[in-house]
């Protein structure tokens, strides 16, 4: 059993896979003893893995690693909707002197790269998926390894952040720069300011609970826009993107 976020969630599966679920969550999930709210299960087959969620199921016919990740993002999006006292936004996130970056987005978006970028130029790393808000609008660290989909379509990579030797963040932050920015290689850098009604709207459409805990979620993408800055367009090369976001941080 591990608890994170006020949530209790099991997961059933044989060691090796088990032990690839605990290297691939975030230290926030911490061991328990304790009555599940959820039940994940895992288990090997002559087909390959088959995944279940209570008594649905998620899948089957793939390998250990491709199970553990449907089992993952089964697990993890369920917490981030239910969890207690926090706001999940679907989004990278780095921090310098205090201040994040914070960049909303779906899976595919770039969030992965642009977040290596940015420790590379410096920054501390808080997450390559989620933003975790709480009411006052500060984002706390959801540090799990790096998820790298390289471009020719196979299997998804998990690398720690310490593998490109930069720091993972180790309290809440202030928002400084929220960048909703999509990936086009021939526009390059191409931006627009956001006001922060436009720039809550780009966190707000990436909410994972805005619509079962709409209150909640206004509460803390309000404060979190509030005083932070918006930009929204395309961007490039990750690296040259990193370095024009730490300027408008700075």
């Given at each position: 059993?591990?608890?994170?976020?006020?949530?209790?969630?099991?997961?059933?599966?044989?060691?090796?896979?088990?032990?690839?679920?605990?290297d691939r969550?975030?230290?926030?999930?911490?061991?328990?003893?304790?009555?599940?709210?959820?039940?994940?299960?895992?288990?090997?087959?002559?087909?390959?893995?088959?995944?279940?969620?209570d008594d649905?199921?998620?899948?089957?016919?793939?390998?250990?690693?491709?199970?553990?990740?449907?089992?993952?993002s089964?697990?993890?999006?369920?917490?981030?909707?239910?969890?207690?006292?926090?706001?999940?936004?679907?989004a990278g996130?780095?921090?310098?002197?205090?201040?994040?970056?914070?960049?909303?987005?779906?899976?595919?978006?770039?969030?992965?790269?642009?977040?290596?970028a940015?420790?590379?130029a410096?920054?501390?790393?808080f997450?390559?998926?989620?933003?975790?808000?709480?009411?006052?609008?500060?984002?706390?660290?959801?540090?799990?390894?790096?998820?790298?989909?390289?471009?020719?379509?196979?299997?998804?990579?998990?690398?720690?952040?310490?593998?490109?030797?930069?720091?993972?963040?180790?309290?809440?932050?202030?928002?400084?720069?929220?960048?909703?920015l999509?990936?086009?290689?021939?526009?390059?850098?191409?931006?627009?300011?956001?006001?922060?009604?436009r720039?809550?709207?780009?966190?707000?459409?990436?909410?994972?609970?805005?619509?079962?805990?709409?209150?909640?979620?206004?509460?803390?993408?309000?404060?979190?826009?509030?005083?932070?800055?918006?930009?929204?367009?395309?961007?490039?090369?990750?690296?040259?993107a990193?370095r024009?976001?730490?300027?408008?941080?700075?």
């Amino acid at each position: 059993m591990l608890r994170a976020y006020g949530r209790t969630v099991a997961v059933d599966a044989p060691a090796d896979a088990l032990a690839l679920v605990r290297d691939r969550l975030p230290a926030t999930y911490t061991p328990v003893d304790a009555q599940p709210q959820r039940h994940w299960r895992l288990q090997r087959e002559p087909s390959g893995m088959w995944m279940a969620y209570d008594d649905d199921g998620l899948g089957g016919g793939v390998d250990t690693a491709d199970g553990v990740e449907v089992l993952l993002s089964s697990l993890e999006l369920w917490v981030a909707e239910h969890a207690k006292d926090r706001i999940f936004v679907h989004a990278g996130c780095a921090v310098r002197d205090g201040r994040a970056i914070v960049i909303p987005g779906r899976t595919m978006s770039g969030k992965s790269s642009l977040a290596i970028a940015l420790v590379r130029a410096g920054a501390s790393y808080f997450s390559d998926e989620f933003a975790v808000l709480d009411r006052r609008g500060r984002v706390h660290p959801y540090p799990r390894p790096l998820s790298i989909r390289p471009y020719d379509g196979s299997a998804r990579l998990r690398l720690p952040v310490n593998e490109i030797g930069g720091p993972v963040g180790d309290s809440s932050a202030v928002v400084g720069v929220i960048a909703h920015l999509r990936y086009d290689a021939d526009a390059g850098w191409a931006v627009e300011e956001l006001s922060p009604g436009r720039a809550a709207l780009a966190l707000i459409d990436n909410t994972v609970a805005a619509r079962s805990r709409p209150r909640a979620m206004l509460t803390a993408v309000g404060q979190a826009s509030s005083s932070a800055s918006g930009v929204s367009g395309t961007r490039g090369d990750a690296d040259e993107a990193a370095r024009k976001l730490l300027d408008l941080l700075g």
